[in-house]
């Protein structure tokens, strides 16, 4: 009766009962826009963190994504959310930079799942 008394004390007293939201961080709130604007979001952001190579003077690689019909190949072909989320296959970007904030991403990807508008 002690054996089986203690068994249990160790196998009941070893069983946690956390709450998924206690051990699994929330995601952060970006306060992403209803309707994502290029020219207001998606534009600055690209002159932040892509423009200083690829703009109608670099065009590193031969990509000037200060013409929108040029991006909007690449938005459509897949490339650019696959370069900007560093998905295998794809040559992350910003290229030699950190990848971008989760927030950012997020954005791009609202703007792309609207299709990607020029408003």
Known sequence: MVR???FLLVVLSSCAYDKAE????????CGTPAVVSYAQSVSPLLDRNCRSCHDAV???????????????RYVDNG?????????PGYKPMPKGAAKLSDCDIALLQKWVDAGAPKN
């Open 22 to 29: 206690d051990i699994t961080p929330a995601p952060k709130d």
């Open 79 to 87: 490339i650019f959310l696959g370069n900007i989320k560093h998905l």
């Open 58 to 72: 670099q065009q590193t690689a031969g990509v000037n994504l200060d013409d929108f019909t040029v991006l909007k």
């Open 4 to 6: 089986l008394f203690l």
